[in-house]
């Protein structure tokens, strides 16, 4: 399966990180494009208290 990774800011301070995977059969012949999205916002604000703590520390 190929994929393709796209990160985009939403809105300031949000992030949406989208995939997409070219689904193909057996024989490798295309059959269509699965996308799955996942909201990063959270995860990137506990990225950024750790780096925080990690520089008071």
């Known amino acids: 399966m190929q994929k393709e990774n796209l990160l985009l800011p939403l809105i300031e ?23 799955v999205s996942q909201d990063l916002t959270e995860l990137r604000k506990l990225e950024d208290e750790q780096r925080i703590l990690n520089y008071e520390s």
Do not use: K
């Open 13 to 35: 301070q949000e992030m949406i990180l989208i995939r997409y995977f070219a689904v193909r059969d057996d024989e490798g012949n295309y059959l269509g494009t699965l996308e």
